[in-house]
T-cell receptor, first 115, second 114 residues
Framework: DQQVKQNSPSLSVQEGRISILNCDYTNSMFDYFLWYKKYPAEGPTFLISISSIKDKNEDGRFTVFLNKSAKHLSLHIVPSQPGDSAVYFC??????????????FGKGTKLSVIP | DGGITQSPKYLFRKEGQNVTLSCEQN?????MYWYRQDPGQGLRLIYY???????QKGDIAEGYSVSREKKESFPLTVTSAQKNPTAFYLC?????????????FGPGTRLTVL
């Protein structure tokens, strides 16, 4: 049972336009959400996160929105640049006891920004 | 220059051989993790450790073993019991300093079993 879902395997966007990547989750115990960017044959790079007590977090061109009632979050990239082309993973964190948090990852969305 | 290093980048082994993947971090992080990524899949947790000399199984621990003798190091052994060992292996670490758990990843090791 997939607790974190990224329903779009791929997304193509024109350079300069907005990219919107979506993520849905089912576990109401998740209280911290992260987005990672990954290039082929490299480790994921942390991009931005949001706590469940907020509904928006912004960092430069990247904004994450959280809708707790809908169990939905999205990552907006404005303006999109060719260097943003990568696979984006959504991850959710829940407390798993003894001071430990575990991340559950979606399967990723491959973003292609077309020059 | 702090970070997480994994070696080697590419590793080839014959079927039936055990192989150990290295992961070292100099971020002074308490927790370390091993994940596996397969094509078209997300990251799946193999093992994690919050403290030296202690570790817990993740979702897919069968066929793998780990040790945590030092805070900086968390090697992963892929044993011959792992039925599909060919994959991209990622090591991560986090500080466990507060709410949430931002994990930082190494560059990964691509293991191919022939």
């Amino acid at each position: 049972d997939q607790q974190v879902k990224q329903n779009s395997p791929s997304l193509s966007v024109q350079e300069g336009r907005i990219s919107i990547l979506n993520c849905d989750y089912t576990n109401s115990m998740f209280d911290y959400f992260l987005w990672y960017k990954k290039y082929p044959a490299e480790g994921p790079t942390f991009l931005i996160s949001i706590s469940s007590i907020k509904d928006k977090n912004e960092d430069g061109r990247f904004t994450v929105f959280l809708n707790k009632s809908a169990k939905h979050l999205s990552l907006h990239i404005v303006p999109s640049q060719p260097g943003d082309s990568a696979v984006y993973f959504c991850a959710a964190s829940a407390y798993s006891g003894a001071g430990s948090y575990q991340l559950t990852f979606g399967k990723g969305t491959k973003l292609s920004v077309i020059p | 220059d702090g970070g997480i290093t994994q070696s080697p980048k590419y590793l080839f082994r014959k079927e039936g051989q055990n192989v150990t993947l290295s992961c070292e971090q100099n971020l002074n992080h308490d927790a370390m993790y091993w994940y596996r990524q397969d094509p078209g899949q997300g990251l799946r947790l193999i093992y994690y450790s919050q403290i030296v000399n202690d570790f817990q199984k993740g979702d897919i621990a069968e066929g793998y073993s780990v040790s945590r003798e030092k805070k900086e190091s968390f090697p992963l052994t892929v044993t011959s019991a792992q039925k599909n060992p060919t994959a991209f292996y990622l090591c991560a670490s986090s500080s466990l300093a507060g709410l949430g758990d931002t994990q930082y990843f190494g560059p990964g090791t691509r293991l191919t079993v022939l």
